[in-house]
């Protein structure tokens, strides 16, 4: 069964970086691509962006131009978002998700979530 | 970006009632739209998309329709354990976008 395993939760000073990982199993990783989406507590989803594990491919939402980073290891089918220089509302769940690679691009299956508390 | 407006932006309803919610694009997204349940605490589902194919597994009272600008979710009998917060998506942008969400509660 596809399953998407994500790292745990995370507590960092403002200004600092944090890398989250999404381990995906029971599907072909390099078929799709990996969604990251935010939510910070009690409010909306929030894309953060898209990588196609195909080819590496990237697309940002332009207000985290600059400080997101997402890859991916098709060695061990992980993907990585990385955010940097980190502010207080930064603080959210954060979801990785698996995307069609072409098509309607919808996200079929989503990660448990991982809390990144951003607090000096 | 494109904007994704929901109406309302939270509803109550009964066991049993017939409930509709709206998705409006600010710009043409032909049929790339997905709908999204999402309960406290857990990941959102998937519960339909290209605007209107039911994602394998998910009950046939959810429906969707629209095209262009304007899009439906209805959920025809509501049950128990549909009360919680919708949400739309577009993904006809490679700047995927999310309507703010609609919260279904209990009347």
């Known amino acids: 069964q596809v399953q998407l395993v994500q790292s745990g939760a995370e507590v960092k000073k403002p200004g600092a970086s944090v890398k989250v990982s999404c381990k995906a199993s029971?599907?072909?990783?390099?078929?799709?691509?990996i969604s990251w989406v935010r939510q910070a507590p009690g409010q909306g989803l929030e894309w953060m962006g898209w990588?196609?594990?195909?080819?590496?491919?990237?697309n940002y939402a332009q207000k985290l131009q600059g400080r997101v980073t997402m890859t991916t290891d098709t060695s061990t089918s992980t993907a990585y978002m990385e955010l940097r220089s980190l502010r207080s509302d930064d603080t959210a769940v954060y979801y990785c998700?698996?995307?069609?690679?072409?098509?309607?691009?919808?996200?079929?299956?989503w990660g448990q979530g991982t809390l990144v508390t951003v607090s000096s | 970006d494109i904007q994704m407006t929901q109406s309302p932006s939270s509803l109550s309803a009964s066991v049993g009632d017939r409930v509709t919610i709206t998705c409006r694009a600010s710009?043409?997204?032909?049929?790339?739209l997905n709908w999204y349940q999402q309960k406290p605490g857990k990941a959102p589902k998937l519960l339909i998309y290209?605007?209107?194919s039911l994602q394998s597994g998910v009950p046939s009272r959810f429906s969707g329709s629209g095209s262009g600008t304007d899009f439906t979710l209805t959920i025809s009998s509501l049950q128990p354990e549909d009360f919680a917060t919708y949400y739309c998506?577009?993904?006809?942008?490679?700047?995927?976008?999310f309507g703010q969400g609609t919260r279904l509660e209990i009347k």
């Open positions: 998700a698996r995307d069609e690679l072409d098509g309607y691009k919808e996200s079929d299956y």
């Open positions: 029971g599907y072909t990783f390099t078929s799709y691509g």
């Open positions: 990588i196609s594990a195909y080819n590496g491919n990237t």
């Open positions: 710009q043409s997204i032909s049929s790339y």
């Open positions: 290209a605007a209107s």
């Open positions: 998506q577009q993904s006809y942008s490679t700047l995927v976008t």
